[in-house]
């Protein structure tokens, strides 16, 4: 995350999404992947997104934000996850949902989405997309765990179109 981003839509959104999580028990940790120079403005993010730094201990279930540049990639860069650090991040957090930016335009945004999905069911994991302007990858170790996370998003009111499953 780049500080010239803060507070922008997209951080609007994944407010909207640790609140629902928040909703459903989850303590939210948050890794902003930062780039650019944020000069201590770190807390005002963790304060306006209402995640805490992750690291910071819970006895309480867990959910990651992870909010890279740019999105998911076969290979990790400065603005970019990749599915296999999310698969490793479920082992220590039941729920992990990723910022997700890098579809070319040039590819169908439907195929590159499931292809994705299907890199994360072979890590043993399951997960969705919630597709818009802004769209993020949630993964979950369970699939009762994503059930949850999905029904909540659900009864806020989310039209159930904006998710994408295989």
Do not use: C
């Not at 981003?5 to 609007?12: A, N, Q």
């Not at 909703?23 to 963790?46: K, Q, R």
């Not at 400065?78 to 579809?103: G, M």
């Amino acid at each position: 995350m780049n500080p010239q981003w803060f507070g922008d839509s997209y951080d609007i959104v994944k407010r909207y999404f640790i609140e629902n999580l928040k909703a459903i028990g989850y303590h939210v940790v948050f890794d902003p992947m930062l780039t650019g120079g944020w000069n201590g403005l770190e807390e005002n993010f963790y304060h306006f997104l209402g995640a805490s730094p992750i690291g910071e201990a819970s006895s309480k279930k867990s959910a990651l934000l992870i909010d890279p540049d740019t999105g998911i990639s076969k290979k990790r860069t400065k603005q970019h996850v990749t599915i296999a650090i999310i698969a490793t991040h479920l082992q220590n957090h039941e729920v992990v949902f990723s910022f997700d930016q890098s579809f070319s335009r040039a590819d169908s945004t439907t195929e590159k989405m499931k292809e994705k999905l299907g890199w994360l069911e072979e890590t043993g994991n399951v997960g969705f997309y919630y597709d818009s302007h802004a769209r993020f990858l949630f993964a979950a170790n369970s699939s009762e765990n994503l059930n949850a996370v999905e029904q909540q998003l659900l009864s806020s009111g989310l039209p159930a179109s904006r998710l994408f499953k295989l």
